[in-house]
């Protein structure tokens, strides 16, 4: 596609329920990475994909985060037993060199 | 504790005037790169620098790399009300495989 998609945009969920965010990236991109901004706050690492294949999770929170691709095309970030912490933006974004985000999926956790 | 500090966190000031935002880190960075993100969107790129030294000028916007690649800074010009929104400056340590975000600078232009 032109852009990064993200899908939903936002997300309210019950604490303790699993969510499941998607990213589709730009065609061609291999690079895919996810990030989390809490409000007023910069953006925090996740993971990165190469392909299909994820070199650095070194992000990811917690074992209740994981994250998937389907060879370069969409991946999904899985938050299990979410938890009110998890409320923030998430933003995926692929790379050819500079990095184009998609808007984000807003998570709250009530 | 965050690899790159910026400051300062907040601005405000009113259209015409000038300002510099700043970007530092005790780390090298192999390159750096800085973003605008309005509400309710995704950062988007400005500009990216890789030379120690290294000045870029995009109309009113001038990106500066330091000459040891740790710090970086954001001159804006007679500034606008558009140019209000959050600035991000991220760098790549080591072998671009990710960048380090700062924690941004929320710059308010009021006509």
């Known amino acids: 596609g032109a852009g990064v998609s993200q899908s939903p945009s936002n997300k309210v969920t019950e604490k303790g329920k699993d969510v499941e965010l998607r990213c589709d990236p730009i065609s061609g991109h291999t690079a895919l990475y996810w990030y989390r901004q809490r409000l007023g706050q910069g953006l925090e690492f996740l993971i990165y994909?190469?392909?299909?294949?994820?070199?650095?999770k070194s992000g990811l929170p917690s074992d209740r985060f994981s994250a998937e691709r389907t060879g370069e095309s969409v991946s999904t970030l899985t938050i299990q037993r979410t938890q009110q912490e998890d409320s923030a933006v998430y933003l995926c974004?692929?790379?050819?060199?500079?990095?184009?985000f998609g808007s984000g999926t807003r998570l709250t956790v009530v | 504790t965050q690899l790159l500090e910026q400051s300062p966190q907040f601005l405000s000031i009113q259209e015409g005037e000038n300002l510099t935002v700043y970007c530092n880190s005790s780390s090298v960075f192999s390159s750096l790169q800085w973003y605008r993100q309005e509400p309710g969107e995704g950062p988007v790129l400005l500009v990216t620098v890789v030379t120690g030294g290294e000045v870029k000028k995009l109309k009113r916007l001038t990106f500066q790399f330091g000459d040891a690649r740790k710090d970086s800074s954001l001159h804006i010009t007679a500034a606008q009300p558009g140019d209000t929104g959050l600035y991000l400056c991220?760098?790549?340590?080591?072998?671009?495989?990710?960048?380090?975000f700062g924690s941004g600078t929320k710059l308010n232009v009021k006509p």
């Open positions: 994909f190469q392909g299909n294949s994820a070199p650095d």
């Open positions: 974004a692929s790379s050819n060199y500079g990095y184009t």
């Open positions: 991220a760098g790549a340590v080591i072998n671009f495989n990710k960048f380090y």
